[in-house]
């Protein structure tokens, strides 16, 4: 059975083993959603996150706990009558989808930026240097 391209990821380029792992084991909608880049820069790494369909009011970003945690929600309601007040169509949709992402406990909100163009949600996130541990050479014995 032939799915159309919207519901795949490329099912058929990959082995038969693959093949069947992602189609009995993984939700088809997952390999479409929120597909992500992450990019590591000199100071920084860079997330791309693909969003479309999605307005800027319809994302939402929160750091907690040292994870940041990138949600998408949608609702539309199309209803459409005709001049005597009976439905002709009547559709919903109401989805949402999020990604987590540990970044560190040392980073906060401030430290992360964001910027949605396009269909695509661009997170810079900064690397901040990791506290150097002491390294002792010798280790003094007690007795």
């Known amino acids: 059975m032939l799915f159309p391209s919207i519901f795949t990821n490329g099912f058929f ?29 000199d100071s920084d790494y860079e ?3 693909e969003l479309p369909g999605f307005s800027k009011d319809d994302i ?27 439905y002709i169509r ?3 949709y109401q989805g949402s989808c999020s990604r987590s992402f540990y970044v560190g406990r ?16 661009k997170i810079s996130v900064p690397k901040k240097a990791e506290s150097e541990v002491e390294e002792k050479k010798h280790i003094s014995i007690e007795g």
Do not use: C
């Open 90 to 92: 009547r559709e919903r």
């Open 60 to 86: 939402q970003a929160q750091l907690n706990d040292g994870y940041l945690t990138v949600t998408a929600s949608k609702k539309e309601d199309n209803d459409k009558k005709d001049e005597n007040g009976k």
């Open 106 to 121: 040392e980073l906060t909100q401030d430290d992360i930026h964001a910027k949605f163009e396009d269909g695509v949600l």
């Open 47 to 49: 997330l791309s996150i």
């Open 13 to 41: 380029d990959d082995d038969d083993d693959e093949w069947d792992r992602r189609f009995f084991s993984e939700p088809m909608a997952r390999a479409s959603v929120m597909k992500t880049d992450v990019k590591e820069n």
